[in-house]
């Protein structure tokens, strides 16, 4: 028998997800088809992160509308905020045609948990702790600029050297890196890139040309030989 509604609507998923976790988890739908500076369409608890409906994505997003990562679903990963608190977090994408236009995602606070784990663990005096390698990277800007100036300070610290010291190849380190992250579908980001490493538009698209033709010689088997 076919059930009668085959789809259901994204709002009653985040509706049912609200209720049954509760105010500790902040449930966001992403609308992936509206410019990157505002695909949150509808956001439950946003005190967790601070982020409200009409905010932007985080740089996990970017990356999989870049098609820098293939399949971009995450579970029970390990955020932080900017405020301190401890995130277990889970990520889904949403697809039609194979493109992706969606995103649900679940943050859970589980920063008093972990204070009460390791109380716990002191009273007991037995630790057990290891290193958690589902600790993530995940940046919950208020908006793109933020974002973007997160990928370009993440990149500061990859190249290890000021702007105005950089040669030819720590400039395309440093883009490449960004390129990597998506950080060039930000609206204006090639020009707050120019700015900072204090190139032109041209010696800019000059440098990705090279790296994403490197990046696609690199992908093909026997090193490129067809």
């Not at 209720?19 to 966001?28: K, P, W």
């Not at 405020?83 to 277990?88: C, D, M, P, Q």
């Not at 933020?146 to 105005?164: T, Y």
């Not at 609206?187 to 890139?193: A, I, L």
């Amino acid at each position: 028998m076919e059930p009668k509604n085959k789809r259901v609507p994204v709002d009653k998923v985040i509706a049912l997800l609200q209720e049954h976790l509760g105010t500790n988890t902040e449930i966001v739908f992403h609308d992936l088809t509206l410019p990157y500076e505002h695909t949150i369409v509808d956001i439950r608890n946003g005190h967790i992160t601070g982020r409200t409906v009409g905010g932007c994505g985080s740089n996990l997003g970017l990356e999989v509308i870049a098609g820098k990562v293939k399949n971009g679903d995450r579970f029970n990963y390990i955020t932080h905020t900017k405020t301190g608190r401890i995130l277990r977090s889970s990520t889904i994408y949403l697809y039609e045609e194979d493109k992706v236009t969606g995103s649900i995602c679940i943050n859970t606070d589980i920063s008093d948990t972990i204070r009460m784990e390791s109380m716990l663990r002191e009273f007991n005096g037995y630790n057990v702790l290891a290193p958690d390698d589902r600790e993530s990277e995940e940046h919950f800007a208020q908006n793109v600029s933020e974002l973007l100036e997160q990928f370009m300070q993440d990149a500061q610290k990859l190249v290890g050297v000021p702007s105005p010291l950089m040669k030819k190849d720590d400039k395309m380190k440093f883009i490449a890196y960004l390129d990597a992250k998506g950080a060039f579908l930000i609206t204006k980001s090639s020009e707050h890139v120019c700015e900072f490493l204090g190139i032109s538009k041209y010696t800019l698209y000059s440098y990705l040309e090279s790296i994403r033709s490197n990046a696609q010689n690199e992908e093909k088997p026997n090193g490129g030989n067809a």
